[in-house]
T-cell receptor, first 115, second 114 residues
């Protein structure tokens, strides 16, 4: 069965510092991996996805994520955090092997960036 | 591209009543998804349509839940005999056909069952 774990409920970082939001996954086959962001009173917005190829994926707003197959991780990173990055971040996985379209989301990590 | 829209945005109902939500996807998107999100959790997959065909359903989707997409455009999600445990945010997403398409989410319908 597919699953996603976001081990931190909350991440606090100072503006200008690098940030990391952690995600680990479990699928029976190879994964498609996604990061979404949710701002207050707004729908989920796509940030980036890993399909295949280069393990480092670059996405919107300066975010990137690194796929690590041996550690089954897909951590979200940004070199320099902005106050406006404060939001709820969701990691998601889809099992490439099943051929289905069911996407499993993690419980979310709230990011607070202090000025 | 006006984005995915959902109506109503909020719904308060009494236990035992039926409710229906509507989702209008991005016009050229032939794939449509419904999710449920409760406080402190990520979205949970409910069902998936490709055009008018409902191709996947989660076991979360009990007999009281039914979804349709009659002409492959808008979709409705109906909950019959609502229970307090149905209180949640119901999210709709759409995507275009492709190998690993990006899902675009609507703002959601927040349901409160009293």
């Amino acid at each position: 069965a597919q699953s996603v774990a976001q081990p931190e409920d909350q991440v606090n970082v100072a503006e200008g510092n690098p940030l990391t939001v952690k995600c680990t996954y479990s699928v029976s086959g190879n994964p498609y991996l996604f990061w979404y962001v949710q701002y207050p009173n707004r729908g989920l917005q796509f940030l980036l996805k890993y399909i295949t190829g280069d393990n480092l994926v670059k996405g919107s707003y300066g975010f990137e994520a690194e796929f690590n197959k041996s550690q089954t991780s897909f951590h979200l990173k940004k070199p320099s955090a902005l106050v406006s990055d404060s939001a709820l971040y969701f990691c998601a996985v889809r099992d490439k092997g099943t051929g289905g379209f069911k996407t499993i989301f993690g419980a979310g990590t709230r990011l607070f960036v202090k000025a | 591209d006006t984005g995915v829209s959902q109506n109503p945005r909020h719904k308060i109902t009494k236990r035992g009543q039926n409710v229906t939500f509507r989702c209008d996807p991005i016009s050229e998107h032939n794939r449509l998804y419904w999710y449920r999100q409760t406080l402190g959790q990520g979205p949970e997959f409910l069902t998936y349509f490709q055009n008018e065909a409902q191709l996947e359903k989660s076991r979360l989707l009990s007999d009281r839940f039914s979804a349709e997409r009659p002409k492959g455009s808008f979709s409705t999600l109906e909950i019959q005999r609502t229970e307090q445990g149905d209180s949640a945010m119901y999210l709709c997403a759409s995507s275009s056909e492709g190998t690993v398409e990006t899902q675009y989410f609507g703002p959601g319908t927040r349901l409160l069952v009293l």
